[in-house]
């Protein structure tokens, strides 16, 4: 019989290697694209591979650890959001808008990967702290962002403009720097010491 905590690394496991394998099936589509919300969310997905990795090495270890290890984690979140950034001021020098369907179709597949990966990591989202609070609120704002993504699809197909699909790229940056500050709040809280 499993216990919660193998179940718990068996539930990260595949979250890590979902989101690795929609990574390079989303990064792909968006450089064959030039598509800055598919590029954001791709780099998204290999931050999030990352994450489950060190969550996956840090169940172990002790709560100090893991806190610490949860401060890295929130910084981690950020980098997409940086990346983003960069292509996004690259899409406003060349706004091309990108192909609608597989826009819409991409988004649409990895909504469906963030869903699995948001519904398997939801019963444990409280049961390490900060290291799983990380995992989950990252599957979580994906799914959202897929959304968004589906709909850029959509508002390009109707204005042939590039915009939807940047303003969608920057609105991604903003979902991760809310949940990096969230996982940061609750590793500083792990890390203090009990009255």
Do not use: H
């Not at 489950?52 to 893991?66: C, D, H, V, Y």
Request: hydrophobic fraction near 60%; charged fraction near 15%.
């Amino acid at each position: 019989m499993f216990g919660l905590g193998d179940n718990l690394r068996r539930a990260v496991a595949w979250v890590l290697v979902l989101n690795l394998f929609y990574f390079a099936v989303e990064f792909t589509a968006a450089l064959y694209l030039g598509s800055v919300s598919l590029f954001a969310d791709s780099i998204d997905f290999l931050e999030d591979s990352f994450i489950n990795l060190l969550i996956l090495i840090g169940l172990s270890w002790s709560a100090t650890r893991r806190a610490m290890l949860g401060q890295l984690l929130a910084a981690i979140i950020l980098v997409p959001g940086i990346a983003t950034l960069w292509q996004a001021w690259e899409k406003f020098n060349l706004p091309i808008a990108p192909d609608a369907v597989p826009l819409s179709l991409v988004g649409a597949g990895a909504f469906a990967v963030n869903l699995a990966c948001a519904l398997i990591l939801m019963r444990y989202r409280d049961e390490a702290g900060s290291l799983t609070r990380a995992a989950f609120l990252s599957a979580r704002n994906d799914v959202l962002a897929n959304v968004a993504i589906v709909g850029a699809g959509i508002a390009t197909a109707f204005t042939m403009s590039a915009w939807p699909d940047v303003i969608v790229g920057l609105g991604i940056a903003v979902l991760n720097a809310d949940a990096a500050r969230d996982v940061f709040r609750a590793a500083r809280s792990e890390a203090s010491p009990r009255s």
